[in-house]
């Protein structure tokens, strides 16, 4: 009897680790002789490439939003090719649809599926692709690598700053500096902040400049 797959969902806030972790699940998988695919979608070190903050890096199948996950592996089996699991990073920016595809892929073709992804946006709001995870996957694990805010508290909430100064609106997905129409491209990055400091916008740059404490109350 053909053993029964998985949809496992590997979350957490940025810094926790979970590209680190998609490229070790991938490796183990190897070293045992199984045979896989990894994917992502807009990655740090630019496209078709899984990368961690510690410098490694694989190469991956791009995922635009027109890309479709049964029809691609489909394919792939149809023209004799082996397939055991597959490596999903970046699913935060999956679409619903490609979600259900996964869980499809997982329930039809017995195929594991291991995704990696934030849960929120800059604007403390669920991704798409990680709401249908968690609606969908067969296990959500938390990543146990905490990330910290500034502050040394645990980070919960991924920030989008702008020249330091954490902003709320914008597009989802940003690759490169915003321009505004009378001053120069900010430099625009992400920080992890603890849900305190998140709600005050308080970024480590601000709170430097304002020589302002953690345990400072916010009476404005």
């Keep these: 009897m053909v053993g029964v797959a998985s949809l496992d969902f590997y979350s957490g806030t940025m ?16 070293s045992r002789g199984r045979v896989g695919r990894v994917f992502t979608s807009h990655d740090r ?19 635009g939003e027109s890309f479709g996950f049964w029809d691609y592996i489909v394919d792939e089996l149809t023209q004799g090719g082996r397939i055991d699991y597959l490596v999903c990073d ?42 249908r995870l968690v609606e969908l996957a ?28 954490m902003v709320t609106e914008g597009d989802v997905i940003v690759v490169g500096d915003v321009e505004g129409d009378d001053r120069p491209a900010p430099t625009v990055g992400y920080e992890v902040l603890c849900r305190r400091h998140h709600r005050r916008r308080m970024t480590a740059a601000t709170a430097k400049a304002s020589a302002l404490s953690p345990d400072v109350l916010p009476f404005d």
């Design 45 to 63: 070190a630019g496209e078709a490439t899984l990368s961690s903050r510690l410098g490694l890096s694989v190469d991956a199948v791009e995922v």
């Design 90 to 131: 970046e699913a935060q920016f999956y679409t619903r649809r490609q979600i259900e595809d996964l869980a499809k892929v997982a329930d039809e073709l017995r195929i594991d599926v291991f995704c990696f992804g934030i849960l929120t946006d800059f604007r403390s709001r669920l991704f798409e692709g990680s709401a």
């Design 15 to 30: 810094d926790c680790g979970k590209s680190t972790l998609a490229l070790q699940l991938d490796h183990n998988h190897r």
């Design 138 to 165: 067969d296990r959500v694990h938390t990543l146990q690598v905490e990330a910290l805010c500034w502050c040394g508290e645990r980070a919960t909430h991924n920030a989008r700053t702008a020249d330091g100064e």
